[in-house]
């Protein structure tokens, strides 16, 4: 059974007719919208989220060790 507390909120007017807005562009209820803003505020923040896959890509054959001063100097030289 999912049980639904009615109550009363202030909320400033700029904000309520942007809430107006978005759940019209939605096609969704202001109620929903708030409570989902609500949930994600009260979410747990220590609960990780899975990072993206980073792209990979080929930077080609290494021209110097980035270690060796001397090398990378006259690798910048040659530029």
Not at 29 to 38: N, P, R
């Amino acid at each position: 059974m999912v049980s639904h507390m009615k109550t009363t909120l202030n909320i400033d007017d700029q904000v309520m007719k942007r809430l107006r807005r978005e759940a019209a562009r939605l096609d969704t209820t202001m109620s929903e919208l708030v409570e989902t803003a609500l949930r994600r505020l009260l979410a747990p923040h220590h609960v990780a989220q899975p990072l993206p896959t980073l792209p990979t890509f080929s930077a080609g054959r290494v021209r110097v060790d980035v270690a060796n001063r001397d090398a990378l100097y006259t690798l910048m030289d040659e530029r």
